[in-house]
């Protein structure tokens, strides 16, 4: 069954927003950003939908003059680890390795991977951040996007998805979400992990599909 080329810019948009959200504090410029993209009617998957549409309604509604520093005080306390035991830490390696630290095995495996499809992360954070993640797995569905379906190169490009999903992504997003609710007060950051589990249901959707079809 081939792939709806829709289907596919989606997802697509979907793991770069949610990248985004994670990445780095929200400042102006971002949230400016965020709501050109009409996140009130975004997605027709229900997580998705439901959550971009908790971070406009968080963007829109009458806020404190220093809202955005609040929320920026929030990401330092969950995604940064100012809140010690109860941060949410956006790295594989914490959720994987037995010592429950950054750098681990995760982050080499991963490094090991992204470079090896010519994807070399120039950013601050480390190869196993949720941001670097969603951005290597919006490249392979780009790239399987604008790739012909008799290509040599399909249907690697659609395992390589298929084995990060498994070996990188479901291994610990799952518990990362779940941290996430239970660490953080904003509803921003609460919509952000609804999409970001959204969007992971939506590419096992997809390729699951494929392979049934």
Known sequence: MAFDYLELLDLEINYKVISRLFGEEIDQAAADWLLSLGLDDFCDEPLIRRGAQIIHEELTKEQPDNYLDLLAAEY???F????GS??????ESVYTSPQQLVMQKAFEDV???LNAHGVFNDSK???DHIAIELQYLAYLVEKLRNTEENSPEYEPLIEDQES???????????????????SVRSRFYLGAAMMLAGAVREHDRI???HRLG
């Open 80 to 83: 940064i680890g100012t809140a």
């Open 164 to 182: 990060f999903l498994d070996d990188h992504i479901h291994n610990w997003v799952p518990k990362f979400t779940s941290k996430i609710k239970a």
């Open 76 to 78: 330092a306390a969950a």
């Open 125 to 127: 954070l480390y190869d």
């Open 86 to 91: 109860k941060a949410a830490y956006p790295y």
């Open 111 to 113: 490094r090991n991977i």
């Open 207 to 209: 390729l699951r599909n």
